[in-house]
């Protein structure tokens, strides 16, 4: 251990460990009890795959700093998003409430500025908060193209929305900060600990949003890019083993599910990709996830009564599964939904044990799909045909927690009505703005006919 080498290359992660006994050790005169509040950290990261990095057994990255919060954590094996897209993602996780209570339908609809958000309430009932990194939970952000491919998920077209997923290499051996927004941001609340966290006579929160394992921009697609591009350097490529990659089993394009076909040709992943180039991707994904992992709640608080989700603090804590909380038992279900772009059609998964169950839009006009877990880890055959009294028991459940088809009659209707609004604003520039969005090499194949698609669209009455 010369040069404090754990320490310093743990960075943030053990940092916090040291922080959190040194500073907010006092009783708070809202804690009933007088006992001494914790600190709080909370560290987010964008597109980190449990299932690809840090499940038990995976030997594919080397993850040190995750594995030492492992093996001395919670590991939630079974965790979901409540919405696998960037700003709806985080409104559910700010406001605590279900995607569909905080109506954060795509990137460019999140909470309002105003919003009381879990940071507010800690800092009115005695906590010092701060925050650096990626925060985006609230409306306006993303590209024009995002919030227009979501809005205009209804029409009747079909064009790629992203460049060709790609690998670059960039740098050499001694290339450690790859992302340097991050690693800054890293810097910042470490420093942060350090220089004024520790003389803090108050508990306090920090949040830190990373951006990696994201992928990059991919400005060779043309003007408006997506993010397309798993970039690395050859420092964070040699921590992977590309021995242990395992190269994923993939539907014919003919037995995908259809909203599934639409997500993958939006995305730009129905061409032909060797196992070379999978296995490339895959690579530098994990690269990405070893430099994340570099950077590496429980607060006496009363709790309001509307959030969505339940306490896991029991379980943290080693106590039962069956422990109560407030809102009484944890339901044994787990729900996500998604409204965004590349899906053409509100999506909702319910996770009860070993099922997985999709269903989309009004329930009856897409068809749904139903996984058993235990048997087909991978998610490539849809049992719902099979097992109908599971699909009828698991909708009744999904249909107890959100009424998904009036959900997703208004997401239609904000679409329709936001993209209306869009259009009007252009003016005479309506036809070339259009035209340059993230899908331009698609839509100029056929402009007129695109154009007419949406036309025919917003001519039609629900």
Not at 145 to 173: I, Y
Not at 202 to 229: D, K, Q
Not at 254 to 260: A, Q, R, T
Request: glycine content about 6%; aromatic content about 12%.
């Amino acid at each position: 251990m010369r040069d404090g080498g754990p320490l310093r290359r743990a960075g943030l992660a053990l940092l916090l460990m040291a922080a959190a006994h040194r500073a907010g050790a006092r009783p708070c005169p809202d804690d009933p009890r007088g006992q001494p509040r914790p600190n709080v950290v909370l560290v987010a990261c964008d597109s980190m795959d449990g299932r690809l990095t840090f499940y038990p057994g995976n030997q594919t990255v080397d993850l040190p700093f995750i594995n030492f919060m492992r093996r001395y954590g919670t590991v939630f094996l079974n965790a979901y998003t409540n919405s696998p897209i960037c700003c709806p993602s985080r409104a559910a996780m700010w406001s605590g409430l279900f995607t569909h209570l905080t109506e954060s339908w795509n990137n460019f609809k999140g909470l309002d500025p105003d919003f009381v958000t879990w940071m507010d309430l800690m800092e009115k009932h005695g906590y010092h908060t701060q925050k650096y990194g990626k925060l985006d939970y609230t409306s306006g952000h993303h590209s024009v193209s995002n919030r227009v491919e979501a809005w205009t998920r209804d029409v009747d077209f079909l064009l790629r929305q992203e460049g060709r997923p790609m690998v670059k290499l960039t740098g050499d051996r001694k290339r450690v900060r790859v992302m340097e927004a991050d690693w800054k941001n890293t810097d910042k609340a470490v420093n942060w600990i350090r220089e004024e966290a520790v003389n803090l006579t108050e508990p306090f929160v920090l949040y830190l949003g990373l951006n990696l394992p994201h992928p990059y921009p991919s400005p060779y697609a043309g003007e408006n890019f997506g993010s397309s591009t798993f970039l690395t350097s050859p420092y964070w490529l040699e921590k992977v083993i590309y021995e242990a990659i395992k190269i994923p089993k993939w539907s014919s394009l003919s037995e995908m599910h259809p909203v599934d076909y639409y997500s993958s040709y939006t995305k730009n992943c129905t061409g032909e990709f060797t196992k070379q180039e999978v296995r490339n991707i895959r690579a530098f994904y994990y690269a990405m996830s070893a430099e994340t992992d570099a950077m590496l709640d429980t607060a006496r608080i009363p709790v309001p009564q509307n959030l969505s989700g339940y306490s896991l603090i029991p379980l943290l804590r080693g106590g039962a599964e069956n422990d109560l909380s407030p809102k009484g038992p944890r339901p044994s279900w787990v729900l996500s939904e998604f409204h965004g772009c590349n899906v053409n059609s509100s999506a909702y998964m319910l996770r009860a044990g070993k099922w997985k169950y999709i269903t989309y839009s009004d329930g009856h006009s897409v068809p749904p799909q139903l996984f058993d877990l235990s048997e087909d880890p991978d998610e490539l055959t849809n049992v719902a045909t099979k097992f109908p009294l599971i699909v009828h028991s698991l909708d009744k459940t999904l249909r107890s927690v959100v009424n998904y088809p009036e959900v997703s009659s208004s997401v239609q209707s904000y679409n329709k009505r936001q993209f209306l609004n869009w259009k009007q604003s252009l003016g005479q520039n309506y036809s070339d703005v259009i035209a340059n969005l993230r899908w331009h090499q698609d839509w100029s194949k056929e402009p007129r006919k695109n154009e007419k698609a949406i036309e025919k669209w917003l001519g039609q009455v629900k």
